[in-house]
């Protein structure tokens, strides 16, 4: 029983054509960029921006969204040669277990964790905050009262204790039961989201740039220093640890397009439409990225995003620089709203997939893999999801997780950035219908960009990840490796 064990190659693709005992395949390429835009533009966007802005760097955020994307395409190279050349539900963690063994798909099954059902708690709880927003500027009635919409380790300014965060727990629940019904209604509804959204940042970029005011942009690199937030933490400020330390906070909004290749499984054509899918999504991502934080950074000050507009921060910047476009700042919450939403959707859509590969390997209980039998979906899988990403929506504070969302994703990213140049050593002859470019070279590059904002990101998230994988090592060897099917092929 070797840890290190791989997956033979030869049973991934077997499983592949497995297609009428398994997840229906539903999914063209066109879902797929919408369902990588889905998961992308939403909280990234729409909160991350500032918050780098605001404890890292300044207008140079922008410079930290190329450092991200830079980071995400050379990752995203590595994504579509594995994607189309395994199209396998489980994304890096089944690409792990073809090339570097059991050991080590079992901890980037843990980490994807951390990206996808962490991830989804800590949209919810945004979606939670902006529904406040919501009814209190839009439709103008009384908001949830404080206790019912916060974790029972928040207290408000007057002093009153949440108790349990019931906005996210219902937006994380109903998105669950949506996805049980099957991933086809899902991309569906996706998809008029997606329209929404990008229509609103479009606007937000073209109507803003009318009011960019230069002085806010004046240094465009802050000089270095420290920013010590609320909580009494401190953050590099300014100049290039600046820059990496935003790209490592920005780095959430770049998520969704490697949740693109767990679906692999259930796409019509995966060797030609992964690749599609992947890197479709990031280059459309990448252009509104870069050009909606240049304008909101344009709009109002740093001290701005620190203070009075730091809640619901892209609504106020309108609000407060634009004049007469109150009626934009109504219809961004509203987006933002359908955004998190749909970013919710795809990473529980990725999270499920995820325990449908382990529940199929053993390293998970068998249930994980359990098909409906009408709907074709992993609805155990989803069920379980349902109830662990509810309940860290419903009792933990969004700020604590968010970065451990980053650090779990690039630590995911490396892994696959390996996983290209260990198998074109050991399966040279392999179909492959796309092809990672200057191989070891992008891989290699996609590597040290991902290290690079790892280390921006700061020792309190090293320390956090670490702890991450020790409980996952517990797991591990306490219960997978004794029930892993291909260590134990006989039971």
Known sequence: MSIWKRKPMALLLAEASESEKGLKRTLTAWSLVALGIGAIIGAGLFVR??????????????????????????????????????????????????????????????????????????????WSEYLNNLLVNVIHVSPIPYEWCHSPFQNSIDGVSGIINLPALFIVAAISLLLIKGTQESAFVNGVIVV????????????GWHFVKPENHTPYIPEPGIFTDEHGVGHSFGGIMGILGAAGTVFFAFIGFDAVSTAAQETKNPKRDMPIGILGSLAVCTVLYILFAHVLTGLESVEFFRTGGKEASVANAITSAMPGY????????????AGFSSVILVMLLGQSRVFYSMGKDGLLPKSFSAVHPKYKT????????????????????????????SIGTLFAFILVCISVIVLRKTEPDMKREFKTPFVPLVPILGIIVCLAMIYGLGWTNWLRLIGWLAIGFVVYFGYSKKNSRLNNPKE
């Open 378 to 405: 992993p609805y155990k899988a989803n069920l379980v999801i349902m109830v662990i990403v509810g309940l860290f929506a419903a009792f933990i504070p969004g700020d604590i997780v968010g970065d451990m969302t």
């Open 49 to 126: 921006t500032a918050t780098a802005a605001a404890q890292n760097a300044g207008p140079s955020v922008t410079i930290g969204f190329i450092v991200a994307a830079i980071g995400c395409a050379l990752a995203g190279l590595c994504y579509a040669e594995l994607s189309s050349s395994i199209p396998i539900a489980g994304s890096a963690y089944t690409y792990t277990y073809a090339t570097m063994g059991e050991f080590l798909a079992w901890i980037i099954g843990w980490d994807l964790i951390l990206e996808y059902a962490v991830g989804a708690a800590t949209v919810g709880i945004a």
């Open 196 to 207: 929404v959204k990008v229509a609103i940042v479009v606007m937000i970029i073209i109507f």
């Open 326 to 337: 109150e009626w934009l700042a109504q219809f961004v919450t509203v987006a933002i709203l």
